[in-house]
């Protein structure tokens, strides 16, 4: 595979650590686009080493815009076509305060909403000259919040001006993850034209680090603890991202979310079920929340997430009606 290009974001640790390896052994040219350069040299060497393959290592901040904007034109520049985008790199930094990232967006919207959004545009040009281009979104079981009908994306709270007191990192989370759910739906029903496969993988949690427990407020930390003993190595759910964007199986899915098996997930019954429904809908891996099937909430993140990244080219009527629009 190694005229088959793939691009990892948030590839030196965790799951796209993992991920970067397996596609290097099975000799996949690796782009790993990290943000912590100084961690990610070490890792590129070890992931070059062990796969025994030229993997290369770019610079990439998903929070900045500047950063984004500047790694799709090198990408550009020294390569052709793009065959394979996996979105894993993501923010959560629990007990932090509001932050905001470079453009003035809430940090953690920011990087697992808008940036994703941004990148995948600008590298539609690449991408629609691969043979069987498919983009894939890390997701987030944290989205089972939104089977409760009263939660809903607070749009308001991914903008400075607009500061809600209540603000958790867990709640931004949540909602990000959701809304990452949103345009995964929306993305491949854009991109569909084109060829583009678009989908999400619920992640059931990842392992966390000692130095990342360390960060949790005391009362959390035993609940880290015990969470990281039924939690799969990280090279359990990589496998799931190469098959996914590998398999035969998966050439013509697009517009899903998948479980670990990896089986496609449907969405609940809109009505509210009883207690029993409720927990076997909470507990298992079948079903996800509604909340995506609503139209007007998919239109209007698309629209907020092209007005705060710049209006960026995307894949509307213009395109589809003249294909040298990328």
Known sequence: MKNKTVIITGANSGIGKEAALKFAKENYTVIMACRNMDISRRVHEQITKESNNEVELMELDVSSFESIRKFCSDFQNRYEQLDILIHNAGYFNHGEPYRES????????????????????????QLRKSEDPRILFAGSNIIKHFF???????FLDCRHEQIIKS??????????????????????EKF??????????????????????????PKYKLVAWVQNLFIPPASYMADKYFKICTAEQFKHTTGKLFNDKPEVMQPSPKEYPGFIKQMKQILGTRVYPAYPENTNVSDKLWAICAELTGNPIIADEKQQADPKIV
Do not use: C
Request: charged share 25%; aromatic share 10%; net charge positive.
């Open 167 to 188: 603000f958790t990192v867990y709640k931004m989370y949540a909602q990000s993850k959701m809304a990452l759910t949103l345009l995964t739906f929306k993305m491949a």
């Open 102 to 125: 470079a453009d003035g967006i809430e940090l953690t919207f920011a990087t697992n909403v808008m940036g994703p959004f941004l990148m995948t545009h600008l590298l539609l040009g």
């Open 192 to 217: 569909e034209p084109f060829g583009i496969k678009v989908n999400a993988l619920q992640i059931n949690g990842a392992r966390m680090s000692k130095e990342t427990i360390k960060k949790f407020k």
């Open 148 to 154: 409760d009908p009263k939660r809903k994306i607070d």
